[in-house]
């Protein structure tokens, strides 16, 4: 991970700096982040590739291939885009970025920026900036493949998928802020990280479509976020507005999560 501090000509006090010059100083941080995010290539892979690889793999099982009546004549493989799509946002807040942050503030560089005209803050937002636009990637080259590949319909219900995509990225990215937040080093956010990761994985379908759930099982997912992501997801791929109370779960999730690890945070 990435532990090259973000260089700055002069050193500051940050709350005498001038908007402008913090701006600036922000946009840098921004670039000179974007350089190093992109020399990581096992976090490329993870969050660019594993998605659609695994995607790939399923796909390649005859009869995950073969419409299922139990499912309203629906494959398997057309439910597991919609998993891909969780499992992008699952590795890139759960896995991949806790492990950037805590490394930034185990090594000081966090405690050194509060001297310059770059805030903290900046660091932080192009964290999530750069890691949200690339789990956007891994996305769209999840559906993409999934459309070419295998025949996997588009959503019917294009704005209803985006919406239930964009509020289970913001759901993921805060749980990643919150781990974040309560691991002191970065050996104890990939402990931490790898206690959440799997169980994430289980409620986003990974192992087995949500649908494909017992009832009563898929009401207790569907009470977390990528569960209640899952149904969204399919709702909209099938043509239906999501349902608000799967939105709601997400939004709420997101809230609460952001709020706990905003008052938990500390830059030192």
Known sequence: MPATPAPTPTAVPT???????????????????????????????WILVFPTLLLVILGLIPSFREANPSMGGRRIIDLYVPVALLLAA??????????????????????????????????????????????VVSMTLALAVGRLAFG????????????????TLCSALAVGCLLCALSPTTKAASVAGSA?????????????PVQAMPDMLQ??????????????????????????????????????????????????
């Open 15 to 45: 709350d005498t700096a001038a908007p402008p010059k913090s701006r600036a100083a922000a946009r840098a941080v921004l670039k000179t982040e974007a350089r190093l995010f992109l020399r990581e290539p096992g976090s490329l892979f």
């Open 90 to 135: 699952i590795t890139t807040g759960i896995q991949v970025m806790p492990a950037v942050l805590t490394g930034y503030r185990e090594r000081g560089i966090l405690r050194r920026m509060s001297t310059t005209p770059v805030r903290p803050a900046a660091l932080l937002g192009a964290q999530i900036t750069l890691h949200g636009a690339a789990t």
């Open 152 to 167: 996997v319909a588009l959503p019917e219900q294009l704005a209803g998928y985006v919406l239930a995509a964009f509020l």
């Open 196 to 208: 959440v990761f799997f169980p994430m994985m289980f409620t986003a379908g990974v192992w087995g």
């Open 219 to 268: 009401q207790i997912v569907q009470l977390l976020p990528f569960g209640a992501a899952s149904q969204a997801l399919n709702q909209a791929a099938s043509g239906h507005w999501p349902g608000w109370s799967h939105l709601a779960v997400l939004a709420v999730w997101t809230l609460v999560l952001g709020w706990v690890a905003r008052r938990r945070f500390r830059w030192e």
